[in-house]
């Protein structure tokens, strides 16, 4: 069975950074499609970050472009999502997901998404 963790949240300043990890276990991520989600309260999800299971396809939300970078270590079964120049409207929970049948590509449609995380909340000071 496939299980995302996810780890490195926590309480920042504004400017500040963080990187979150995804780890996952039950089978190898090669070949899958992960991405990174986030939702704040009373908001809807929105996909955060994308990266194809080669790591050649990236895809940002434009408020994050530029400061956030999403990576994956396949040889770890981990992504990463190292986030810079963090604002206060970057808190919420954040969210990894996994995508075994995406190809190629990255993966922007979180209902293409099979597998999901609890997620880790990370709060920005101002």
């Known amino acids: 069975q496939v299980h995302l963790v996810e780890s490195g949240g926590g309480l920042v300043q504004a400017g500040g950074s963080l990187r979150l990890s995804c780890g996952l276990s039950?089978?190898?991520?090669?070949?899958?499609?992960m991405g990174w989600f986030r939702q704040a309260p009373g908001r809807e999800r929105e996909i955060v970050a994308a990266i194809s299971w080669r790591g050649v396809y990236t895809y940002y939300v434009d408020s994050v472009k530029g400061r956030f970078t999403i990576t994956r270590d396949n040889a770890k079964n981990t992504v990463y999502l190292q986030k810079n120049s963090l604002k206060p409207e970057d808190a919420a929970v954040y969210y990894c997901?996994?995508?075994?049948?995406?190809?190629?590509?990255?993966?922007?449609?979180?209902?293409?998404?099979?597998?999901w995380g609890q997620g880790t909340q990370v709060t920005v000071s101002s």
């Open positions: 039950g089978r190898t991520i090669s070949g899958v499609a």
């Open positions: 997901a996994a995508d075994p049948t995406a190809g190629r590509g990255a993966v922007i449609d979180d209902r293409q998404y099979a597998y």
